[in-house]
């Protein structure tokens, strides 16, 4: 069975910190799918990165950037000077190759303070 | 449409009543995703459809819920005689390939409320 963990409920930031984002997951799968969702307080779930098994190289987007280690099954979330237009819940998931669903992590409240 | 669209966005029903929530995919996806998620929690599972097809429909909470698929595009969720703990936010998704290997665009959800 697959699992997806994230350890931080809630963090609160004052803007312009940076912050990271934990994501631990489990399978025993050798294909596999690991993304990044922020839900903002309109509450549609926005895509925000997807990274396969096979490829470990980190990843950065703006002020976005991704960690992803197979050694410690995390795939971690850092954002850069973050602003007040960051604040959401943050979930991370897994797919499995010919899996069913996507199964998410609980999430991550991110509250950034102006 | 260029998105997924649900509707109603919002649904208030009496308990022990029927309700039908419906989603419209991303043209072409072939994939499609039912989840739900309860206030100020995360997204649980309810059923995938490849095609119209739903091969595992063991992630659906009981047999008051039933979903279905035709024309391989619009999907309905039908829970019937309702009770307050179905009260929560439907989530639709879809995506182009089966099996993971893409993402999944969501939906805005239905808000459901039984009262």
């Known amino acids: 069975a697959q699992k997806v963990t994230q350890a931080q409920t809630e963090i609160s930031v004052v803007e312009k910190e940076d912050v990271t984002l934990d994501c631990v997951y489990e399978?025993?799968?050798?294909?596999?799918?690991l993304f990044w969702y922020k839900q903002p307080p309109s509450g549609e779930l926005v895509f925000l990165i997807r990274?396969?098994?096979?490829?470990?190289q980190n990843e950065i987007s703006g002020r976005y950037s991704w960690n992803f280690q197979k050694s410690t099954s995390s795939f971690n979330f850092t954002i850069t000077a973050s602003q007040v237009v960051d604040s959401a819940v943050y979930f991370c998931a897994l797919a499995i190759l010919n899996g069913q669903n996507f199964v998410f992590g609980p999430g991550t409240r991110l509250s950034v303070l102006p | 449409g260029a998105g997924v669209s649900q509707s109603p966005s919002n649904k208030v029903t009496e308990k022990g009543k029927d309700v039908e929530l419906r989603c419209d995919p991303i043209?072409?996806?072939?994939?499609l995703y039912w989840y739900r998620q309860s206030l100020g929690q995360g997204l649980e599972f309810l059923i995938y459809?490849?095609?119209?097809?739903?091969?595992?429909k063991s992630g659906l909470p009981s047999d008051r819920f039933s979903a279905e698929r035709t024309g391989g595009s619009v999907s309905t969720l039908t829970i019937q005689r309702t009770q307050q703990e179905d009260s929560a936010v439907y989530l639709c998704?879809?995506?182009?390939?089966?099996?993971?290997?893409?993402?999944?665009?969501f939906g805005q959800g239905t808000r459901l409320t039984v009262v």
């Open positions: 459809f490849q095609g119209n097809s739903a091969p595992d």
């Open positions: 399978t025993r799968d050798t294909t596999y799918y």
């Open positions: 998704a879809s995506s182009p390939f089966p099996r993971g290997s893409t993402e999944a665009f």
């Open positions: 043209s072409g996806h072939t994939a």
């Open positions: 990274r396969n098994s096979f490829d470990e």
